[in-house]
């Protein structure tokens, strides 16, 4: 019986090929793929039909029943396999133990606009030159999980599938539009009829009593400099309320509250939540 050999070298052509997409925005743009790393992130996408160009996998991955099963389903969808060994998947992973698997799949680049219906109270979220990707990715699985329709992403927020922001969406972004947004989408959402909502520290209505029946578009600033002063000014200004002792809270943490205070009172008015998509 032949005995496979895991690949070794760095300088492949594949490996060089995932060193580059986990390194450079523009090169993950320009190819519409993306790197996602471990069993779960994986399986996930697998399971919403996201497209798989190629796996780099491990012994970790072969030696074990739920890892052989994946394997096997990649295999049988003609997925291109590479086995690899540890000292590739360690290089490549940005985890302390990886999980022995690797793989590039499609990235869904959603055209700047607004794919939400026209027919329905909206429930969305607005990144605004968000720059932490571990702040970005939370905030979009927060709103998916929440039921919103979209994240829309100001310019200077940083890339969706930045490889931390991935992570921390937990493949969220392969189930709802992700969408970069104009330089006009504050004036375009006041004339689709929706209510922007910011976070202030203090000052703004009590974050219970907005109206979160209505459509509400959820504006969260930059991490450092906030928002600008005047699309605060034009927004429903909101305060979370904090103890005395506290300044303020992480922006992906107050996205995350407004995000499941708006599905609260949503669901408690018969008002439904956006169905999960699967993004081809």
């Not at 992130?41 to 991955?61: E, K, N, P, S, T």
């Not at 999980?145 to 310019?155: D, F, N």
């Not at 209505?205 to 907005?210: K, L, N």
Request: aromatic fraction near 4%; glycine fraction near 8%.
């Amino acid at each position: 019986m032949a005995v496979i050999q895991p690949l070794d070298s760095l300088d492949n052509k594949s490996v060089r090929t995932v060193r580059r997409l986990l390194a450079s925005r523009t090169f993950r743009e320009k190819q519409q793929q993306a790197v996602l790393e471990g069993f779960h992130m994986v399986a996930d996408a697998v399971d919403a039909g996201v497209l798989i160009h190629l796996v780099l996998y491990g012994q970790r991955m072969a030696s074990q029943v739920p890892g052989r099963s994946l394997l096997a389903r990649l295999q049988a969808a003609r997925t291109r396999m590479v086995y690899v060994t540890d000292r590739i998947l360690d290089d490549l992973s940005a985890v302390q133990t990886h999980q022995g698997i690797v793989a590039v799949a499609h990235a869904p680049r959603w055209p700047a606009g607004w794919p939400v219906p026209q027919d329905a109270p909206l429930l969305i979220g607005v990144a605004h030159e968000i720059q932490d990707p571990g702040n970005l990715g939370t905030l979009i699985r927060s709103f998916q999980a929440a039921g919103a329709h979209m994240v829309g992403l100001t310019k200077g927020t940083v890339d969706a599938f930045n490889p931390k922001a991935l992570r921390s969406s937990a493949g969220s972004v392969f189930k709802l539009p992700v969408v970069p947004l104009g330089d006009e989408w504050a004036s375009e959402l006041e004339a689709m009829g929706v209510q922007m909502v910011t976070a202030v520290a203090h000052g703004g209505m009590d974050y219970a009593d907005v109206r979160w029946t209505n459509s509400v578009a959820v504006v969260l600033g930059n991490e450092g400099g906030g928002l600008p002063s005047e699309l605060v000014a034009h927004s429903l200004q909101v305060t979370i309320p904090m103890v005395a002792s506290a300044e303020s809270l992480n922006v992906a943490v107050a996205g995350s509250i407004l995000a499941f205070q708006a599905s609260s009172a949503r669901r408690r008015a018969g008002v439904l939540c956006a169905p999960p998509l699967m993004i081809q």
